[in-house]
């Protein structure tokens, strides 16, 4: 049951159904699952330990709001990780990942042709999961897994495509990308997927509010 809830809830609040700052509230909780407060307590307790949720005592717990420097310093460790991970892609030669994504890119332009922002999202996020996984490295995957969860991804990824011209920038970056991997020049390879992620996460502080507070000044 404890495990049924912390998949539920992680995928809420990643797919943004819950909003960041939004309290959780254990009973209801409990009643919506059928469960006892127990449960879901231990549930909430791993969440904030993912990083997803703030337990605050006498005071409630809260979905996470991550601050700038927060999405920076993780953005930072995702440049990190997707440029390895192009490198060892590099490295590989033609295996299943790379008709992977070599379908994914015909199905990406063809959502930014029709300006279908929503689709276009999703096959991002497809994109960067086929690239973590054509680079075969169970430790890059897992550290990705934990990365990606406290960013929340899927939430921000809309907030940066928001930005004018960035889902065609976007596309012909992973376009780029996918063609040194296929030339087999993992240096290159690596140097352009870390200037993509840099420009998307240019994009998406571009697009946040104003207001969102930076704990560390």
Known sequence: MQARVIAEMRRRIIKGDIEPGAPLSELALAEEFGVSRTPVREALKQLQTEGLVEIRPRVGTFVTTPSRREITELFEMKE??????????????????????????????????????????????????????????????AHYRILMNQLAYSRLVNTSLSQPGRALQSDREHHLVLELILEKDGDSAE????????????????????????RSG
């Open 80 to 141: 990190l990780l997707e440029g390895a991970a192009a490198r060892l892609l590099a490295r590989r030669g033609r295996v299943a990942e790379i008709d992977l994504l070599e379908r994914n890119l015909r199905e990406a332009d063809a959502a930014v042709e029709r300006d279908d922002r929503e689709r276009y999202a999703e096959l991002v996020q497809e994109f960067h999961d086929l690239l973590i996984a054509g680079a075969d490295n169970n430790k890059l995957e």
């Open 191 to 214: 140097q352009v997927m870390r200037e993509h992620v840099r420009a998307s996460r240019r994009a998406l502080m571009a697009g946040l509010p104003l207001g969102r507070s930076d």
